[in-house]
């Protein structure tokens, strides 16, 4: 069982960035694989990127925000930070970190019914 709270939303002006950070607990948070998703009013909620089980393991992101976000995770404080750069108004979204619910995979999944476990989510709007 993992329990996930996610904070660091805000407002921000195009260009600027955020860090979001997914605070866990729960046994079994350095086994899964970590996503974060995000879902804009009127919107299905969409993969933004995903980091493997490993400290430093593989991830992977949503074209939309390649070279702009960064994914990393820290297996001991049990947290998961994502960096968001050249923030754009299309980011504004509700965002939401997810634990797979398979442990011990190997590869990154980026679909919503691969994650079990869901923070509650925090807001992110980017001003024009």
């Known amino acids: 069982q993992v329990q996930l709270v996610e904070s660091g939303g805000g407002w921000v002006q195009a260009g600027g960035s955020l860090r979001l950070t997914c605070a866990a607990s729960g046994r079994t948070f350095s086994s899964v694989g970590i996503g974060w998703f995000r879902q804009a009013p009127g919107e299905e909620r969409e993969f933004v990127a995903a980091?493997?089980?490993?400290?430093?393991?593989?991830?992977v992101y949503a074209d939309s925000v390649k070279g702009r976000f960064a994914l990393s995770r820290d297996n001991a404080e049990k947290m998961v930070y994502l960096q968001m750069n050249s923030l754009k108004p299309e980011d504004t979204a509700v965002y939401y970190c997810?634990?797979?619910?398979?442990?011990?995979?190997?590869?990154?999944?980026?679909?919503?019914?691969?994650?079990?476990?869901w923070g509650q989510g925090t807001h992110v709007t980017v001003s024009s």
């Open positions: 980091i493997s089980w490993r400290t430093g393991g593989a991830t």
């Open positions: 997810a634990a797979d619910h398979t442990p011990w995979r190997d590869s990154v999944v980026i679909t919503t019914s691969s994650y079990g476990y």
